[in-house]
T-cell receptor, first 105, second 114 residues
């Protein structure tokens, strides 16, 4: 069975500091991984997908098959990054439990 | 384009009552999904429809039925609501069900079963 683990429910980071949101997965085969974000009073939306190897809003995520991880990183946090972040796996999306990121001014 | 729309936004039911949650998308997407979101559990897939005329069970289908009425609409029905079905329900759609396809989410329906 596939599973996604986000160990941190809450994460607070000062503005300008680096951010890392952890995601580990369990899946036999080649994983398809995503980060979705939900800003306050907005809909859940795609932030990035590993297959694109893109950087969105300064965030990047590298798939590490050896560690079965897909951590989300940003070198310098901004206040507008405060949101709920979900790591997700597969075409029909198995979600992690989410991490609420708060950026402290 | 409205994207994915859901009705109602809020609903309170008594145990045993039935109701249907409506979802529609105007992006001409083939695949549609229903998820529920519970505190500390993330989103879990209830049912999905890979294309018009097909539906399949997800991770937590018990107590629910779905209908893919046409390409645009995908409804979720609770025949006999239970307090355990108190949750926020999200509908989503994607162009196809493949891994590279982004899912677009609706605003959610907050359901309380007393």
């Amino acid at each position: 069975a596939q599973r996604v683990t986000q160990p941190e429910k809450l994460l607070s980071v000062f503005k300008g500091a680096p951010v890392e949101l952890k995601c580990n997965y369990s899946y036999s085969g080649s994983p398809e991984l995503f980060w979705y974000v939900q800003y306050s009073r907005q809909r859940l939306q795609l932030l990035l997908r590993h297959i694109s190897r893109e950087s969105i809003k300064g965030f990047t995520a590298d798939l590490n098959k050896g560690e079965t991880s897909f951590h989300l990183k940003k070198p310098f946090a901004q206040e507008e990054d405060s949101a709920m972040y979900y790591c997700a796996l597969g075409s029909r999306l198995t979600f992690g439990t989410g991490t609420r990121l708060t950026i402290i001014p | 384009n409205a994207g994915v729309t859901q009705t109602p936004k809020f609903q309170v039911l008594k145990t045993g009552q039935s109701m249907t949650l409506q979802c529609a998308q105007d992006m001409n997407h083939n695949s549609m999904y229903w998820y529920r979101q519970d505190p500390g559990m993330g989103l879990r897939l209830i049912y999905y429809s890979a294309s018009e005329g097909t539906t399949d069970k997800g991770e937590v289908p018990n107590g629910y039925n779905v209908s893919r009425l046409n390409k645009r609409e995908f409804s979720l029905r609770l025949e006999s609501a239970a307090p355990s079905q108190t949750s926020v329900y999200f509908c989503a759609s994607s162009e196809v069900g493949g891994s590279s396809n982004e899912q677009f989410f609706g605003p959610g329906t907050r359901l309380t079963v007393l």
